[in-house]
């Protein structure tokens, strides 16, 4: 921001008696932190995120500090401490595995001394340093920009954030439009805080985001991918695809998959993908775990089985089909958000193993039980049942299965019409053997 676009704000100190912040619910390695930098004569303040959440009754499990020391003084402070960043230099006291992050007031203004980047409108580059005050104004959202002090254990605002915590609003800070520009992700982030906290996006906050959510296209695939993760595996996925979409955000981030949803006529791919995403968040609550590969093989699903039906329409056959439609989604995603290939191969072993849950001959009732990606590969095809009621038959039979000692799913299987599928499955023709020189069977398809 400008100086001339700058918000101006008053100090509001709220004393210990009126919040609900208590030490106890402090990470007792951020506490050290801020004591060893008063005692050491510099200003330091527990701030962002943790203040807002402890502030709604939530617990944090970043406790992140600012402070008037640079980098190089808080490093000398702390043995246990590494400094990191070149776009935002920012110092990490080392606690085993609990990382208690230490920045440096950053000011708004650049000095001149190449500190402080701009590119196309982005910010690329901030280590102009400077107070307080500048700190505050320079954050994204008001209710990230509340301090809280061991010195008399006060929150202090500068910004109205105090106010908006307990309004529950996600404000921008200066000018929306300006702030985007700045920096696209912002977009993502607000639709995130307000879906994990319970909050609004303020009117003025949200009006800009349709008309630039087509910015977020140059953010880094890489950040996308963290911010894709943080937003839909931390227990608010249905209520964040939902902010996407009412934002104009999901149709840039996924545009296959929302062109999908917008031509299914009967919704039944969106009720999956919004099934699939509250089951992700039942997950989260309850500790279990969950992976980036099932998530993403459900909010592409619609993508991939649009391209899919896509290739039979131009006479692929079924097998090539899939596999062409796995990769070709998979390949046109990673250049908004970057899945890993650790992700995005079993997302397609999800998605390749569906067909064979209508075949139940023998050997391949035993080769899909023994498949390595048979458990999400089954728990996506319970998630399909919802949306399509006819693969009841193939779910109740694969659920008894796994339960079933092998020698018995073996006499069950004898005693059944060989090659028995449900109706409707797609017939998949059988492959001869070609061998190679040395008479091995090198062109059989692995299943």
């Given at each position: 921001?400008?100086?001339?676009?700058?918000?101006?704000?008053?100090?509001?100190?709220?004393?210990?008696?009126?919040?609900?912040?208590?030490?106890?619910?402090?990470?007792?390695?951020?506490?050290?932190?801020?004591?060893?930098?008063?005692?050491?004569?510099?200003?330091?303040?527990?701030?962002?995120?943790?203040?807002?959440?402890?502030?709604?009754?939530?617990?944090?499990?970043?406790?992140?500090?600012?402070?008037?020391?640079?980098?190089?003084?808080?490093?000398?402070?702390?043995?246990?401490?590494?400094?990191?960043?070149?776009?935002?230099?920012?110092?990490?006291?080392?606690?085993?595995?609990?990382?208690?992050?230490?920045?440096?007031?950053?000011?708004?203004?650049?000095d001149?001394?190449?500190?402080?980047?701009l590119?196309?409108?982005?910010?690329?580059?901030?280590n102009?340093?400077?107070?307080?005050?500048?700190?505050?104004?320079?954050?994204?959202?008001?209710a990230?920009?509340?301090?809280?002090?061991?010195?008399?254990?006060?929150?202090?605002?500068?910004?109205?954030?105090?106010?908006?915590?307990?309004?529950?609003?996600?404000r921008?800070?200066?000018?929306?439009?300006?702030?985007?520009?700045e920096?696209?992700?912002?977009?993502?982030?607000?639709?995130?805080l307000?879906?994990?906290l319970?909050?609004?996006?303020?009117?003025?906050?949200?009006?800009?985001?349709?008309?630039?959510?087509?910015?977020?296209?140059?953010?880094?695939?890489?950040?996308?991918?963290?911010?894709?993760l943080?937003?839909?595996l931390?227990?608010?996925?249905?209520?964040?695809?939902?902010?996407?979409?009412?934002?104009?955000?999901?149709?840039?981030?996924?545009?296959?998959?929302?062109?999908?949803?917008?031509?299914?006529?009967?919704?039944?791919?969106?009720?999956?993908?919004?099934?699939?995403?509250?089951?992700?968040?039942?997950r989260?609550h309850?500790?279990?775990?969950?992976?980036?590969a099932?998530?993403?093989a459900?909010?592409?699903?619609?993508?991939?089985?649009?391209?899919?039906a896509?290739?039979?329409?131009?006479?692929?056959?079924?097998?090539?089909?899939?596999?062409?439609?796995?990769?070709?989604?998979?390949?046109h995603?990673?250049?908004?958000?970057?899945?890993?290939?650790?992700?995005?191969?079993?997302?397609?072993?999800i998605?390749?193993?569906?067909?064979?849950?209508?075949?139940?001959?023998?050997?391949?009732?035993?080769?899909?039980?023994a498949?390595?990606?048979?458990?999400?590969a089954?728990?996506?095809?319970?998630?399909?049942?919802e949306?399509?009621?006819?693969l009841?038959?193939?779910?109740?039979?694969?659920?008894?299965a796994?339960?079933?000692?092998?020698?018995?799913?073996?006499?069950?299987?004898?005693?059944?019409?060989?090659g028995k599928?449900?109706?409707?499955?797609?017939?998949?023709?059988?492959?001869?053997r070609?061998r190679?020189?040395?008479?091995?069977?090198?062109?059989?398809?692995q299943?």
């Open positions: 921001m400008s100086e001339s676009t700058q918000p101006q704000f008053e100090l509001r100190v709220i004393p210990r008696e009126q919040h609900c912040i208590s030490r106890k619910d402090i990470s007792a390695n951020a506490l050290r932190v801020l004591y060893k930098l008063n005692e050491a004569g510099f200003s330091a303040y527990l701030v962002g995120g943790a203040v807002r959440d402890l502030l709604v009754g939530g617990h944090p499990k970043d406790f992140d500090v600012a402070t008037n020391a640079t980098p190089e003084q808080v490093k000398s402070l702390f043995r246990n401490c590494r400094l990191i960043g070149r776009r935002f230099r920012l110092a990490h006291v080392m606690y085993g595995r609990d990382i208690i992050e230490v920045a440096t007031f950053r000011a708004n203004d650049d001149g001394t190449g500190g402080r980047e590119e196309d409108g982005r910010l690329v580059r901030d102009v340093y400077g107070t307080i005050e500048d700190d505050a104004i320079r954050r994204d959202f008001t990230n920009a509340l301090y809280y002090t061991v010195e008399d254990f006060s929150v202090r605002d500068y910004t109205g954030g105090f106010d908006d915590v307990s309004q529950r609003v996600m921008l800070i200066g000018e929306p439009e300006l702030r985007y520009r920096d696209p992700v912002r977009m993502l982030r607000a639709v995130r307000a879906a994990k319970g909050f609004e996006v303020d009117p003025a906050a949200a009006a800009p985001m349709p008309k630039l959510a087509a910015l977020l296209s140059t953010a880094a695939p890489a950040r996308l991918f963290d911010e894709s943080k937003l839909f931390s227990g608010h996925a249905h209520k964040g695809f939902l902010g996407l979409e009412q934002h104009g955000l999901f149709k840039v981030l996924f545009p296959e998959s929302a062109a999908a949803l917008a031509s299914n006529s009967n919704g039944a791919l969106r009720a999956m993908v919004l099934r699939g995403l509250a089951n992700t968040d039942q989260v309850e500790d279990k775990p969950v992976t980036p099932f998530l993403f459900v909010l592409l699903w619609p993508a991939f089985c649009r391209e899919l896509r290739l039979q329409s131009q006479g692929v056959d079924l097998v090539q089909a899939q596999q062409r439609a796995a990769d070709r989604v998979s390949v995603q990673a250049h908004l958000i970057a899945l890993p290939r650790r992700f995005s191969i079993p997302m397609q072993e998605w390749l193993m569906q067909p064979r849950f209508a075949l139940r001959q023998r050997k391949r009732v035993f080769r899909t039980l498949h390595p990606r048979f458990r999400a089954f728990d996506f095809l319970e998630l399909r049942q949306a399509a009621p006819e009841s038959d193939d779910v109740d039979f694969w659920r008894e796994q339960g079933l000692p092998q020698e018995a799913l073996a006499e069950r299987l004898s005693s059944a019409p060989d599928a449900s109706a409707g499955a797609p017939k998949r023709r059988r492959r001869r070609r190679d020189a040395s008479g091995s069977g090198s062109g059989d398809r299943e």
